[in-house]
């Protein structure tokens, strides 16, 4: 019986200790190869210790699950006027269309992101006067390693305005399985120019990243507008006939960054698969606060050669304006709880 005691606590330690080993060599290995904000590294080696994954993270998982819960019935609760005059104003129109048919739904998952926008990152938006009453408008925002602040930027404007604004993304997302139906129900279309312009004729508001996913993996903390030579937004904007808001969020780079090596590695990649294969990594708390600029107006003689410099220099004047350069994860979580609402530390 003894030795049968002896030998489970025996193996048990060395499990644990072949954990700690594990954890040890992960660390070395970051350390010594990927050149990260000291901040970023103090907090790692913190999370992955061993005894705060026992005894703090586990645990907190299925706490974790009973607080969404809870919050998905406060959400409910706070916003069930506002989905009941949605689904009687479908009822009253008699037939039900596919969109009308989303419409309650759609709402309810705007008000999740919405309020998770605001507990984590403090979200604001400003500019909103910018966006036009009616008729279309093509907002141009600048990419993040993974786009968050357009999200709430999306269920923001849908809640405020009650406008759905469409998104034009990359073909890749339709082929993630789980999330079709997200798109499908958000408007996000590959779109080409011709569909843009159409779509923007008839009044709606787009959303579009010229530099896309290559803005996404290899931009950095330095915000620079990474466009290439796309013109497609332009023409689609030149042929409707509609604005260009140019759209900024302070330190979306500090929320999420890429693994900082590897470049070359991973722009042949990238120029082989057109895939975001570059890893991402954070989820900081750090302070969002989405810009709206002023519209750019399409002028009859205006090339898009033309129209996309003017866009590209708005929002390279608008980064200048808003975002501390370079950025950092420290001094942005420090603006998320410490500094006054809409005013910009410098």
Same mark, same amino acid.
């Given at each position: ?5 002896e ?12 954990l700690v ?8 290995w ?83 992101w919405?309020?998770h926008a605001w ?27 993974i786009p ?27 082929k993630?399985?789980?999330? /079709? !139906? ?9 779109? #080409?120019?011709?569909?843009?312009? $159409? +779509? &923007?004729k ?68 990238f ?5 975001p294969l ?8 750090? /302070? !969002? ?9 399409? #002028?009859?003689?205006?090339?898009? $050669? +033309? &129209?996309r ?17 370079p950025g ?19």
């Open positions: 019986m003894m030795n049968t005691q030998k489970l606590f025996s193996d048990t330690g060395t499990m644990a200790q072949r080993n594990c954890t040890q060599e992960v660390l070395e970051l350390g010594q190869y990927v050149h990260l904000d000291l901040d970023y590294m103090l907090w790692i080696k913190w999370l992955l210790s061993p005894l705060i994954l026992t005894f703090i993270i586990l645990p907190l998982l299925l706490l974790l699950l009973i607080y969404v819960s809870s919050l998905s019935l406060y959400i409910y609760r706070a916003h069930r006027k506002r989905l009941m005059r949605k689904v009687a104003t479908i009822v009253e129109q008699g037939e039900i269309s596919a969109d009308m048919f989303w419409t309650a739904g759609r709402e309810a998952v705007a008000t999740l919405d309020a507990l984590w990152h403090g979200y604001e938006l400003r500019g909103l006067e910018n966006l036009p009453t009616d008729g279309g408008a093509l907002l141009v925002y600048y990419h993040g390693a968050v602040d357009y999200y709430y930027l999306v269920n923001r404007i849908l809640l405020l305005k009650e406008v759905m604004v469409h998104s034009v993304v990359d073909k890749f997302l339709f993630v399985p789980g999330i /079709k !139906l997200v798109l499908e129900v958000f408007h996000c279309t590959p779109g #080409t120019v011709e569909t843009v312009a $159409e +779509q &923007l008839e009044g709606s508001i787009l959303g579009v990243s010229p530099g896309g996913v290559y803005e996404a993996q290899f931009g950095d903390h330095h915000y620079s507008v990474l466009w290439k030579e796309r013109l497609g937004f332009a023409r689609a904007a030149l042929q409707a006939g509609v604005p260009v808001l140019p759209v900024f969020t302070e330190n979306i780079r500090e929320a999420f960054r890429v693994l900082p090596c590897g470049h070359r590695l991973f722009h042949w990649l120029q082989k698969t057109r895939l570059r890893p991402c990594f954070g989820g900081f708390p750090v /302070k !969002l606060r989405t810009h709206i600029g002023s519209p750019i107006y399409p #002028t009859p003689d205006m090339t898009p $050669e +033309q &129209l410099d003017l866009c590209r220099a708005a929002l390279e004047k608008m980064i200048q304006e808003h975002q501390r350069l950092s994860i420290f001094r942005g979580i420090v603006d998320r709880f410490w500094s006054k609402p809409g005013i910009h530390r410098d």
